[in-house]
């Protein structure tokens, strides 16, 4: 959805309410977030010996974590998404401006130049603020893959945030903090690039000139591209939480490409869409903020023209 330009009057109200409703919309579907995470990183956390055997699927792994840890602990590490979302709006709404000013093109420009430069801009954009923030990602992974299982040490591999960053300072550096970086930036450019650009350019060939719109055409176009950019962009998501799995371990993946071929290799391709199953459920919501937002839109450019 368009993020409102940091020269509006309304920017902090903007920011605070977005950031509001973000934090609303990540905790309800904290416990679903938790069980993605978990199922796309258990090949590292068996390789490491947090976890006893794999989750077969995500009833399964849903059945095991609440009954191991208890209801509460299927929100663990939403704490530090929720952290994350009020500076990040800020840097999203903040940034936008600056790097559109950076990449403009001409306004007679085709499309396809204005299509590079919405991308461009928009994953300088996402990509700096992922860059800032990186590590609030990365302890929310690492607690939410902290897992207990009946027959362990039933103990924590952290006690916090906090606890979390500590110890792979001491482990690890700075650089263990940002491990999965370059693969998380290069999933954010396919992901908006597919998202912005194709909702876009079929959305120009569904809205009638009369400017009556069909909800459900919408609704179905949202579902669709969100979807569909989710799921193509989900094995860098994937790879990404693996590479902070090997903070603190005695093994690591010489880069972003050696994890890709050696999971690929060792469970299947399969298992870079491990937990997809939830992205599936959760494109709904992003399909129908996408689909309200549009058609609030030009509701009131329609409303300005009588």
Not at 168 to 184: E, I
Not at 259 to 267: D, F, P, Y
Not at 271 to 280: M, N, Q
Request: net charge positive; aromatic share 12%.
């Amino acid at each position: 959805m368009p993020a409102p330009s940091s020269n509006s009057k309304n920017f902090p109200t903007d920011v605070f309410l977005g950031g509001i409703s973000a934090a609303f919309s990540t905790t309800l579907f904290a416990p679903l977030e938790r069980m993605k995470i978990v199922l796309q990183s258990q090949g590292e956390m068996v390789k490491t010996g947090r976890l006893n055997s794999r989750y077969n699927g995500v009833v399964d792994c849903g059945r095991r974590l609440y009954n191991n840890e208890g209801f509460i602990a299927l929100f663990r590490g939403n704490l530090a998404k929720v952290m994350g979302y009020f500076p990040g709006q800020f840097l999203n709404f903040a940034l936008k401006d600056t790097f559109k000013l950076m990449f403009q093109v001409d306004p007679r420009s085709g499309y396809f130049n204005k299509f590079a430069s919405n991308i461009a801009s928009g994953a300088a954009a996402d990509g700096t603020s992922l860059l800032l923030l990186y590590p609030i990602n990365y302890t929310r992974t690492r607690l939410a893959n902290d897992v207990i299982e009946r027959g362990g040490s039933g103990q924590r591999q952290f006690n916090g945030h906090i606890d979390a960053v500590r110890k792979t300072l001491a482990s690890d550096g700075v650089r263990g903090l940002f491990r999965g970086l370059p693969v998380s930036i290069a999933g954010i450019m396919i992901y908006r690039g597919f998202y912005f650009g194709l909702y876009d350019s079929v959305k120009t060939f569904l809205i009638p000139r009369d400017g009556k719109i069909n909800p459900a055409l919408l609704l179905t176009l949202g579902y669709t591209v969100t979807l569909s950019a989710g799921l193509l962009s989900y094995p860098f998501d994937t790879i990404s939480k693996r590479l902070m799995q090997t903070s603190m371990a005695n093994y690591k993946y010489s880069s972003s490409f050696d994890a890709l071929k050696t999971v690929a290799r060792t469970e299947g391709v399969v298992a870079l869409w491990r937990g997809a199953s939830i992205t599936i459920i959760r494109s709904l919501g992003g399909a129908a903020a996408l689909a309200l937002y549009d058609m609030f839109s030009i509701y009131k450019q329609a409303s300005r023209r009588v």
